[in-house]
């Protein structure tokens, strides 16, 4: 898998709230090659 301008990370949850109620957060995600 190549880290290039084509790649695409996708973090996705369906709920049937808002983030002030319910559901979740995602904070502080990094990606890095070797």
């Known amino acids: 898998m190549k880290l290039n301008n084509e790649f695409v990370m996708r973090f ?3 709920d049937n709230h ?6 979740f957060a ?6 890095s090659a070797c």
Not at 18 to 23: I, R, V
Not at 26 to 31: G, K
């Open 12 to 14: 996705q949850q369906d």
């Open 18 to 23: 808002e983030l002030g109620t319910d559901g």
């Open 26 to 31: 995602i904070d502080d995600v990094s990606v």
